[in-house]
């Protein structure tokens, strides 16, 4: 069964980059639609970006295009989300999650994923 871990939340300043990382075990992530959340206290968790199987489709929030890049490494079985331009709202903790029913696209709702990471908290302040 697919498992994913989430890494590289921290403490940044407003304005400030991170990269998160999403490393899955025990099957190939490229079999998978791939979407990274977010849930802030108190708010519903958001689809942040979303990367499709091959890689060739990539959709962002409003809220982060342009600031926010979906990359994945097969051969890593990682995918990573470059943060920059970090804002205060933007404090949450981030989930990646894979879906096997996409065969082309990727889709950011939340109820169409099937496996989800325990999520790494980064926090946006000064």
């Known amino acids: 069964q697919l498992r994913l871990v989430e890494t590289g939340g921290a403490l940044v ?3 400030g980059s991170l990269t998160l990382s999403c490393v899955a ?5 490229a079999s998978y639609a791939i ?5 802030a206290p108190g708010k519903e968790r958001e689809g942040v970006s979303c990367i499709s ?14 600031r926010f890049t979906f990359a994945k490494d097969d051969f890593k079985n990682t995918v990573f ?5 970090l804002k ?5 903790i981030y989930y990646c999650a894979a879906d096997v029913n996409f065969i082309s696209g990727c889709s950011r709702r939340p109820d169409e994923y099937d496996y989800w990471g325990r ?8």
């Open 88 to 92: 205060p709202d933007g404090t949450a």
């Open 13 to 15: 300043q407003p304005g």
């Open 25 to 29: 075990s025990g099957e190939a992530l």
């Open 53 to 66: 199987r091959d890689g060739g489709v990539t959709d962002y929030a409003d809220s982060v295009a342009g």
């Open 35 to 39: 979407g990274w959340f977010r849930q």
């Open 119 to 126: 999520g790494t908290q980064v926090t946006v302040s000064s």
């Open 81 to 85: 989300l470059q943060l920059n331009g």
